[in-house]
């Protein structure tokens, strides 16, 4: 069982450089969720979606998008990586429920 | 709004003591439901327990127990017979009902880094 899968575990950016990132569940949850880890601030919400086709702000929303055109795969891009989105993003799922699943994270630099 | 404090940044307890890492909460919702995630040094977030709020009996999960007291809004998280690999962050989060609108989604505290020492 794959769970919750997020590419690329890690990556370095330049500031201005765009990217997604991708996440894939396989327990086919409605419900899919962006997080930003940061030292001393817990998880903080970026994104989600409680369905194919739908997304919704989180607490820290600004900088990101998401897409959900699956409802296996929630994608979070970057248009312009700043030096300030330099965090650990998880990506987690939830059939609401339960607990949430997570990935296992991907470290993001920006330079 | 909802939110979750846990007001210990670190924690030490010695190999075999029990360790209770503290959690508040705030909702105004009437139905909702308390975690906890476990976050070893190699990162992947790990579920441990779970306390809905019309739960009438502590929620416990082998070593692991909440005490959750409602009237003082707190969900602290008890472990008992520490192990060397209980060395983590920990971390206490919330959902709110459906009601309200949050969807599923869970409010995190700002985490307790807990270290067992032998």
């Known amino acids: 069982n794959a769970g919750v899968t997020q590419t690329p575990k890690f990556r370095v950016l330049k500031t201005g450089q765009s990217m997604t990132l991708l996440c894939a569940q396989d327990?086919?949850?409605?419900?899919m969720y962006w997080y930003r880890q940061d030292p001393g601030m817990g998880l903080r919400l970026i994104h989600y979606?409680?369905?194919?086709?739908?997304?919704a702000k989180g607490e820290v929303p600004d900088g990101y998008n998401v897409s959900r055109l699956k409802k296996q795969n929630f994608l979070l891009g970057l248009e312009s990586a700043a030096p300030s989105q330099t965090s650990v993003y998880f990506c987690?799922?939830?059939?609401?429920?339960?607990?949430?699943?997570f990935g296992e994270g991907s470290r993001l630099t920006v330079l | 709004a909802q939110k979750i404090t846990q007001t210990q940044p670190g924690m030490f307890v010695q190999e075999k003591e029990a360790v209770t890492l503290d959690c508040t909460y705030d909702?105004?919702?009437?139905?909702?439901?308390l975690f906890w995630y476990k976050q070893p040094s190699s990162g992947e977030m790990i579920f441990l327990i779970y306390?809905?709020?019309?739960?009438?009996q502590n929620a416990t999960e082998g070593r692991y127990s909440l005490n959750f007291q409602k009237a003082r809004k707190s969900a602290n998280l008890v472990i008992s017979a520490s192990q060397l690999g209980d060395s983590a962050m920990y971390f206490c989060?919330?959902?709110?009902?459906?009601?309200?609108?949050?969807?599923?989604?869970?409010?995190f505290g700002q985490g307790t880094t807990l270290q067992v020492k032998p």
């Open positions: 987690a799922s939830t059939s609401n429920t339960g607990e949430l699943f």
């Open positions: 327990m086919n949850h409605e419900y």
């Open positions: 979606s409680v369905g194919e086709g739908t997304t």
């Open positions: 909702t105004s919702d009437q139905s909702y439901g």
């Open positions: 306390q809905g709020s019309y739960d009438e």
């Open positions: 989060a919330m959902r709110g009902s459906s009601r309200s609108g949050n969807t599923g989604k869970l409010i």
